[in-house]
């Protein structure tokens, strides 16, 4: 059992059980928020060690906000003190968008990028990495 | 440009009419006269001389030898200074006022030469008295009537001073000696009586001369102002014919009518030419394009069919022309129009399929400047605007119609991907035990379950692929150069593991001089092609099998080849290869699981991309697949303008 918090961004209520069961049962307390808002008090809230955030929310970018919200190199930024919080973003890649945005992080100040649909073990992989013990 | 106003040359700039027409016609009959006289004075110079010798050698006559032949001399030598004047004015392009005055100056040495030829020739008696006669002609061709009558009088006075002087012993008497014997020039009644004559018969010819050049100056005035009339009708068909090859040439509007616009002030030498357009109400009518008024004039106010007579009668379908703007009852803004200095309005309506579209309307500064030529002129290109304003307007609307296609495509890609992305997740959790243990059976079913969410997922992204290609009409837009080699590679190494693990070898062989070549494309849709083909390769060959994927290029091309050992493509098979959802039966076999639709996707991007494919199979033996590319030159890149800028892939 570890006492790892991690709180999941998103929308979609089945996406968010699905990554429950996998992290609960690795021994990581889970909270959810289902929009950018929420999940931005939550943070503050929550204080997590880690953020699992879905891209497309309420706008098709709302993931993108928050993580530049929380990981703004602004030194008054409200977020500064999670900073430091990684964030695993989920993606559904596809090329038919004329949304086109590189899971890159010169673009975005993300850990790590995970494609839609999450396998568990990878999930429970990439968290061992981002936060062990 | 240089050329002076040559005649015959249309030029908006000298076509304000008679003027300037009969002014060049003068000056360019002046110029060509000058250098006629020149070329006629040598011979009348050697002339002289030569009849001088005659008369002493041949006839044996005795007359002043010595001054006639200083005079035929004289001739010679200032009509070379002439000559070589004449050559100086044509170097350095003169005003006709220079011609003028060397005329004057030929024509005055021409007068002394001739007086002092009759002097010494007789007088009164000589019969280089005619001469005169036709230097009066000459001057009458040469000069206005006013000039060649000056020119007329100055004869007779000198002709008259000299016959006098002779007459009263104040100058001597030069008799050809053995040509006259009797002294007429003391005979009072001669002398007075061929004074008259002279002088009578001088003036009749110099108004003749006159009359005669008149004439023909006011024909050859009709002529000319033919051929300009028939120039500015060319000029008009030329911007009628513009104004269809902009129409067919140019979607964008505003550009499009604002050539319009331009070129029909030109044509028609107008000072002005508008086109507004009814808005959506249908109320009023907004300028669109302008040329050739102020911006007070354009703001002077709304103009609304309502409160405006004049649109309401063009609206309706009529040609209106109004020859006294500011005092016509029709115009919503007179005092605007005075202020602006317009004149004539003519106003021809912009007629759309579905009713009128707008007007189109040119302005002139002159009272009553609008004939039926020009108003049938308008209306013709009225025509072609309504032509070139429906099919931009069409454009636009099909632009409109794709955005809310991509949307659409947009949003389906969402709404589809997502609930079969989220059936997945959970099933992959449920079946990973991390909601309690499950039985084999159910791991079975759930199995099964995930293979058709699986399927089901690579149908709905394939159909995405499909119907990206067919609806987004602006994918031109997004291409950019793509490193070639890069994708192969990608591709390549990306079904390496699961080769091996069928036990198959994965052989990548590269033309050196492949290295740096780029294809106009996007990653994604090459990703796509050659992920589609190494794929299938991988999948329909058999364990132990090769699969073989090369890059060649020539000049203009890139080919990569895909080559496989596998089961092959029979002939029947190879007839529906490309069509959507098709599966070959020996496929299938191989296969339960496959949507048909790959390689519908990859025949389709590779053509988008201006390449095509060939396959080449043999069933049992194996496939070849060939993608030909054509190879981005740079400099092309320079033709384009702009390099189209890097994009990313989506994420979301």
Known sequence: ????????????????????????????????????????????????????????????????????????????????????????????????????????????????????????GVLLAKLRELIPG | MALPSLPGKYDSENSSGMVTSRRRLVDAELVASVAWLIKLRWIAGLGVILATLAMEVVFRLDAATGPLIAIGTAILAYNLIFYLGDRRLA????????????????????????????????????PVILFFLFHIIIASMLFPARTAFAFALLAIALLTATSLLEYFGLLPHEAIVGFLNTSLYQNGLYVSAV?????????????????????????????????????RATLRLQALNDGARTVGSTLDLSQVLNRLVMSTAEAMGVRAVSIRLLDQSGKRLEPVAVYGLSQEYLNKGPVEVENN?????????????????????????????????????????????????????????????????????????????????????????????????????????????????????????????????????????????????EFLQGLIDDLLDLAAGKTDVKIQARLERVALTGIVVKVVRRYELSASEKGQELEWIEDASCKEIRVLATPESLDRVFNNLVSNAVKYTPPGGRVTVSLVCTEEEAIVT????????????????????????????MEREGTGLGLTIVKDTVTRLGGHIAVDSKPGVGSRFTVTLPIYEESAEAEAGETPEKSATVAY
Not at chain 1, 9 to 22: E, F, N
Not at chain 1, 91 to 102: D, K, M, N, V
Not at chain 2, 333 to 338: D, G, L, R, T, V
Not at chain 2, 565 to 584: N, Q, V
């Open chain 1, 1 to 120: 059992m570890n006492n790892k918090q991690i709180l999941i961004i998103d929308d979609d209520p089945d996406q968010r059980l699905s990554l429950r069961l996998p992290l609960e049962s690795a021994g990581y307390k889970v909270f959810e928020a289902t929009n950018a808002a929420e999940g931005l008090a939550a943070v503050k809230q929550v204080n997590p060690d880690l953020v699992i955030l879905d891209v497309m929310m309420d706008t098709t970018t709302a993931g993108f906000q928050v993580a530049l919200e929380l990981h703004s190199a602004d030194p008054s930024s409200a977020y500064k003190e999670y900073r430091k919080t990684p964030i695993i973003m989920l993606t559904a890649i596809h090329s038919t968008t004329p949304l086109r945005f590189a899971p890159d992080s010169d673009y975005l100040p993300v850990e790590t990028f995970l494609e839609k649909p999450v396998d568990p």
């Open chain 2, 91 to 126: 170097r350095n392009n003169a005003p006709t006022a220079a011609y003028e005055q060397l005329a004057k100056w030929q024509v005055g040495l021409d007068w002394v030469a001739v007086t002092l030829l009759i002097h010494y020739s007789g007088g009164i008696e000589s």
């Open chain 2, 195 to 231: 004074l008259l004559f002279f002088a009578s018969a001088a003036l009749i010819i110099a108004y003749l001369a006159s009359s005669i050049q008149e004439r023909l100056r006011q024909r050859e005035e009709e002529v000319v102002e033919l051929s300009e009339s028939l120039q």
């Open chain 2, 309 to 453: 007579p004049l649109a309401r009668e063009v609206l309706a379908g009529n040609v209106v022309n109004i020859p006294d703007a500011p005092g016509s009852p029709l115009l919503q803004y007179p005092e605007e129009a005075k202020l602006e200095g317009i004149c004539s309005m003519l106003s021809a309506p912009l007629p759309g399929k579905e009713g009128p579209l707008g007007i189109l309307r040119a302005y002139a500064e002159e009272v009553n400047r609008f004939t039926p030529d020009d108003e049938a002129f308008l209306t013709a290109i009225a025509a072609q605007g309504s032509i070139a304003i429906e099919n931009a307007l069409a454009y636009h609307a099909v632009e409109a119609l794709d955005d809310v296609k991509s949307q659409f495509v947009r949003m389906v890609t969402h709404e589809l991907r997502s609930p079969v992305s989220v059936i997945r997740s959970l099933l992959r959790t449920v079946s990973g035990g991390f909601a309690g243990q499950i039985s084999d059976q159910q791991r079975d079913i759930l199995e099964r379950v995930s293979r058709r969410a």
């Open chain 2, 562 to 589: 895909v080559a496989d050992t596998g089961i092959g493509i029979t002939a029947e098979a190879m007839e529906h290869l490309f069509e959507e959802f098709y599966r070959a039966p020996n496929a299938k076999e």
